[in-house]
């Protein structure tokens, strides 16, 4: 048998090994992500859940004022549910689109999605609006606070509620963002690691950050998500120019145990710019305070401020 023989049987069970930890792994956490939605309601016609579909009041007539509602990543327009309510008691004409590869049955648009694609559903929302109301506010949660501020970039918004806004990475985060944006790096961990499980935070049950055992439980989410989503998630932070944003008006909301995001640097990157704004911190939230305990309170004031902008509405 020639030398190099047994060198080339080796690297083949190799590769052979680890392209079966790679399906297994992928598998393993695909698995998990169903049976998580399992336990929601499936349109399957559509491929979607009625726990994530489009959030949409139109109002009766052409309006002063609408609201659009950007939710989070991994996430749905469910975390809008309440707010939604609120707003259209004050029948104040609103839109939760659901962000491209979420809210499905499956995670197969969120392997090769693009940071123009979510960004594309936040623009063509935002026009959709704009052809029922005149002025246009965005509240943004989360993921949805950065895809706001970017939205700010390409249309006027008048008040811009950015809450538990995911614009800086977290200290945990920035290694992994700086790994996954190496090109060659990132596509090697992407095909290796393709899923990823959401972290479970201290003192949490699930891998939601969330206080309220209820919310959490019930709120839907993807458990695991793919790695290569996680990448346009950090690349979309540093896609943001406030100095070009154009907002009359900006709010910050963030719980006061949120283990999300990285307060001290969000407040810093807000202050070192001179940004006006103004900050509410809700003592009984974590990072989700739409889902929160604060969550009525949270939903009364957003819907308060945002009448108090446009009495007439």
């Known amino acids: 048998m020639p030398d190099g023989i047994p060198l080339l049987y080796w690297l083949a069970g190799a590769l052979a090994s680890t392209w079966t930890a790679v399906r297994y792994w992928r598998r393993r956490r695909e698995n998990i992500t169903r049976s998580h939605l399992a336990t929601f309601s499936p349109l399957r016609e559509i491929g979607a859940f009625k726990e994530s579909l489009p959030l949409f009041f139109p109002g009766t007539v052409r309006q002063n004022h609408a609201v659009l509602l950007l939710h989070g990543y991994s996430a749905s327009t469910e975390e809008f549910q309440l707010l939604s309510d609120c707003l259209r008691r004050q029948q104040t004409p609103?839109?939760?689109?659901?962000?491209?590869?979420?809210?499905?049955?499956?995670?197969?648009?969120?392997?090769?999605?693009?940071?123009?694609?979510?960004?594309?559903?936040?623009?063509?929302?935002?026009?959709?609006?704009?052809?029922?109301?005149?002025?246009?506010?965005?509240?943004?949660?989360?993921?949805?606070?950065?895809?706001?501020l970017l939205l700010a970039q390409h249309r006027p918004v008048h008040h811009l509620i950015l809450t538990g806004p995911n614009i800086v990475s977290s200290k945990s985060d920035r290694r992994y963002k700086k790994l996954l944006g190496t090109p060659l790096i990132s596509h090697c961990v992407s095909s290796l690691l393709p899923m990823v499980l959401k972290p479970r935070r201290r003192g949490r049950q699930r891998n939601t950050d969330t206080l309220h055992q209820q919310s959490a439980r019930r709120c839907f989410h993807y458990p695991a998500v793919p790695t290569a989503s996680l990448r346009v998630l950090w690349e979309m932070q540093d896609m943001i120019d406030i100095a070009q944003a154009e907002f009359h008006r900006l709010t910050l909301m963030y719980g006061e145990k949120d283990q999300t995001i990285d307060i001290p640097a969000i407040k810093a990157y807000f202050q070192q710019r001179y940004i006006p704004h103004q900050t509410f911190?809700?003592?009984?939230?974590?990072?989700?305070?739409?889902?929160?305990?604060?969550?009525?309170?949270?939903?009364?004031?957003?819907?308060?401020?945002?009448?108090s902008d446009h009495p007439e509405t």
Not at 94 to 103: E, K, N, Q, V, W
Not at 117 to 133: I, K, Q, S, Y
Not at 283 to 306: G, Q, Y
């Open 94 to 148: 609103h839109f939760a689109p659901m962000l491209t590869g979420f809210g499905l049955t499956d995670l197969h648009l969120l392997y090769p999605v693009q940071a123009s694609d979510w960004l594309r559903d936040a623009v063509n929302a935002f026009d959709l609006l704009a052809g029922l109301a005149n002025t246009i506010s965005v509240v943004g949660h989360s993921h949805g606070g950065t895809l706001a």
């Open 281 to 307: 911190v809700w003592p009984n939230s974590a990072h989700n305070i739409l889902e929160e305990h604060d969550r009525e309170e949270v939903a009364r004031t957003i819907t308060e401020i945002l009448a």
